[in-house]
């Protein structure tokens, strides 16, 4: 007697695109979560102003060991550095640690001033670290829909310090 194969027995469960389908729904979820958490843009503020605080601090560092000027530049939406040369200032490259940085979701401002929206043809600096490590008296706020999060500023004495702005946005206390 020959034997008939057995066919097998169909098992329940989910295909490949049913279990692919959920996982994109959690995924768009969990990202709207994530999206409207508060406090989300003042982390990110936080954040980018304390990257150009640490920047600041590197560049000046950098000027004074290379005996030549640095040039701060801000623009509406992001801040970079240039070089001095014979006729002008001469933006960092690209690929360089001090190149032109967009900050997406924030906005740059100093106060009795407007910031370009775009990069002018010839950048001139809204501050300095001379040669002689000294920087030049500024302010940078960042802000999120009008509202200041973070200023960095330099004042006569040529520190930079960084401050968190009070919750109504009129003080401005030292920032970790």
């Known amino acids: 007697m020959q034997r008939r194969p057995r ?4 098992t329940r469960g989910f ?4 279990v692919l389908v959920v996982v994109v729904i959690v995924a768009v979820l969990a990202a709207a979560v994530v999206i409207s958490l508060p406090g989300l843009d003042a982390r990110r503020a936080a954040r980018e102003a304390e990257r150009f ?3 600041l601090a590197l560049v000046c ?3 004074e060991l290379a005996g030549r000027s640095v040039g701060i530049h801000a623009l509406a939406d992001g801040y970079g550095f240039s070089f001095e040369v014979e006729d002008g200032w001469l933006p960092f490259p690209d690929g360089h640690r001090f190149r032109p940085r967009r900050l997406e979701g924030l906005v740059l401002a100093t106060p009795g001033a407007m910031l370009p929206v775009l990069p002018p043809a010839q950048p001139v600096p809204m501050a300095l670290c001379g040669a002689d490590g000294a920087l ?3 302010e940078l706020r960042f802000l999120h829909q009008d509202r200041p999060l ?3 500023r330099a004042g006569a004495d040529g520190r930079a310090v960084r401050e ?3 919750d ?3 003080s401005w206390t030292g920032a970790g």
Do not use: K
Request: zero cysteines; hydrophobic letters at 35%.
């Open 164 to 166: 968190e702005a009070s």
């Open 168 to 170: 109504d946005g009129r």
């Open 53 to 55: 605080h640490a920047l």
């Open 61 to 63: 560092e950098q000027a």
């Open 15 to 18: 295909t490949l695109i049913e």
């Open 7 to 10: 066919r097998p027995t169909a």
């Open 150 to 152: 973070q200023r960095v």
């Open 136 to 138: 030049t008296p500024f």
